[in-house]
């Protein structure tokens, strides 16, 4: 958590700024949400995918995927007044899982995106988060053509801690994606109050 204005003289509310990571596997739609929220032009690191890389990559169900990230996305959103949010979407592949660490510095929390097509995608991601005791939601991406389950059978699924939150929602979608978001801040804040008054109980 970091002021966006340090030096903003005594009385004036500070702004805040908050890094949120949205990881999930390959072609689950992290780029498609970090860029249909944010309220600057999006950064990205996209590449084409290579012939080379498509024995490197799996791409079953999303053969029309042509782009890859590479290393990161980046974007951002004010939630309220006062409260933006610094969103870094991380690459999907095995083999770019080095800059995770580093992306994940000073995260409040994460959102790992879902596809049912390809549920054990994002076991990877969940095994990441939970182990590092970083806060996360699970925001299952309802795909067309996709069978639609519901947030408990994903949350039974993925065999999440209790009170991980599960929502469906629709990467293309701002309001939808906004949501994702808001739940997460709301999550992480809530485990964030609960480690603290531990410590200090």
Known sequence: ???EHPDAPAGETTALA???LVAGGFGVGKTTLVGA???IRPLRTEELLSEAGRTVDDTE????KVTTTVAMDF???TIRSGLSLYLFGTPGQDRFWFLWDELAQGALGAVVLAD???L???FPAVDYFEHRKIPFVV???RFAGARQHDAGDVCRALDLDGGTPVVLCDARERDSGKEVLIRLVEYAGRMHTARLLDSVG
């Open 1 to 3: 958590m970091v002021p």
């Open 18 to 20: 908050l890094k949120i």
């Open 37 to 39: 929220v944010s309220e």
């Open 61 to 64: 169900g999303v053969d029309r």
């Open 75 to 77: 974007g951002r959103i």
């Open 116 to 118: 049912t097509r390809r």
């Open 120 to 122: 054990e995608d994002c």
């Open 139 to 141: 925001a299952v991406n």
